[in-house]
C-alpha cells in the first residue's frame, strides 16, 4: 500500500491536516479507519463534520424512510412508528440523543391533541362502539318477534319489501345513535 499523505487522510475522515498531525503524536493507527473513528468521537470537542456523529458510517445509496421525510399529512402513529425504526438503526450517541429530542417532542403533541379533545381514547371509543352495538341488537331482537306475525300469508317479493322496512329502521335507529354520541362530543368540546 501506498504511503498517504496528511492531506490524503485529512481527506478521508474529513478532518483537518492539523487534526491529523495530533493524532499522529497520539500515535493513532490513520490506516486503521475503527481506531481513528473511536479517537475523534472522544475527543471533547470533534471537528465540524463529526459534530452529529461518524461521516463514515452514512450511507449514500440506502434511502431509508425516516421521521423527518415522513409525509406532511402522516398521522401521529406513522411519525412516531418511523422515529421508533429510527432510534432502533441509531449507531452513535449523538443520533439517538437528536432522537430522543423528537420523541419527547412527540410525546408533547400527543398530550396537547389530548387536550384539545381531537383525540378520543381507546376507552372512550369502545364505550360508545358498546352502545351502538346494544342498540342495533335490540331493535333486531324487537323485529324478530314481530316479522313472523306481519309475515304471515305474504308472498316472496312482499316479503322482500316487508324486510327492506325493517333493515332500514335499524339503520336509521344506528345513525340516530351515532348523531347523539357525536352530539354529546361537540357539546364536550364547547
Given at each position: 500500500?501506498?504511503?498517504l499523505?496528511?492531506?490524503a487522510?485529512a481527506d478521508?475522515?474529513?478532518?483537518?491536516?492539523?487534526?491529523?498531525?495530533?493524532?499522529?503524536a497520539?500515535?493513532v493507527?490513520?490506516?486503521n479507519?475503527?481506531?481513528?473513528?473511536r479517537?475523534?468521537?472522544?475527543?471533547?470537542?470533534r471537528?465540524?463534520?463529526?459534530t452529529?456523529?461518524?461521516?463514515?458510517?452514512?450511507?449514500?445509496?440506502?434511502v431509508e424512510?425516516?421521521?423527518?421525510?415522513?409525509?406532511?399529512?402522516?398521522?401521529?402513529?406513522?411519525?412516531?412508528?418511523a422515529?421508533?425504526?429510527?432510534?432502533v438503526k441509531?449507531?452513535?450517541?449523538?443520533?439517538?440523543?437528536?432522537?430522543?429530542?423528537?420523541?419527547d417532542?412527540?410525546?408533547?403533541?400527543?398530550?396537547?391533541?389530548?387536550?384539545?379533545?381531537t383525540?378520543?381514547?381507546?376507552?372512550?371509543?369502545n364505550q360508545?362502539?358498546?352502545?351502538?352495538?346494544?342498540?342495533?341488537?335490540?331493535?333486531?331482537?324487537?323485529?324478530?318477534?314481530?316479522?313472523?306475525?306481519?309475515?304471515?300469508?305474504?308472498t316472496?317479493?312482499?316479503?322482500?319489501?316487508?324486510?327492506?322496512?325493517?333493515?332500514?329502521?335499524?339503520?336509521?335507529?344506528?345513525?340516530?345513535?351515532?348523531?347523539?354520541?357525536?352530539?354529546?362530543e361537540?357539546?364536550?368540546?364547547?
Open positions: 500500500m501506498a504511503k499523505s496528511q492531506r487522510f478521508m475522515y474529513h478532518v483537518s491536516v492539523d487534526f491529523i498531525r495530533k493524532m499522529k497520539d500515535n493507527d490513520l490506516t479507519r475503527q481506531k481513528v473513528s479517537y475523534i468521537l472522544r475527543q471533547p470537542k471537528p465540524a463534520k463529526w452529529s456523529g461518524n461521516p463514515l458510517n452514512r450511507n449514500v445509496g440506502k424512510n425516516t421521521a423527518d421525510e415522513v409525509d406532511e399529512d402522516a398521522s401521529l402513529d406513522d411519525i412516531q412508528e422515529l421508533r425504526m429510527e432510534m441509531a449507531v452513535d450517541y449523538d443520533k439517538a440523543r437528536t432522537l430522543k429530542t423528537k420523541a417532542a412527540l410525546k408533547k403533541i400527543k398530550e396537547l391533541a389530548i387536550l384539545d379533545k383525540y378520543i381514547h381507546r376507552e372512550e371509543l360508545h362502539l358498546i352502545k351502538i352495538g346494544n342498540g342495533v341488537k335490540s331493535a333486531l331482537a324487537r323485529y324478530r318477534g314481530e316479522l313472523p306475525q306481519v309475515m304471515e300469508g305474504m316472496a317479493p312482499q316479503i322482500k319489501k316487508a324486510l327492506a322496512a325493517k333493515e332500514r329502521e335499524v339503520l336509521l335507529l344506528l345513525a340516530d345513535g351515532l348523531s347523539e354520541i357525536y352530539e354529546e361537540e357539546v364536550e368540546n364547547d
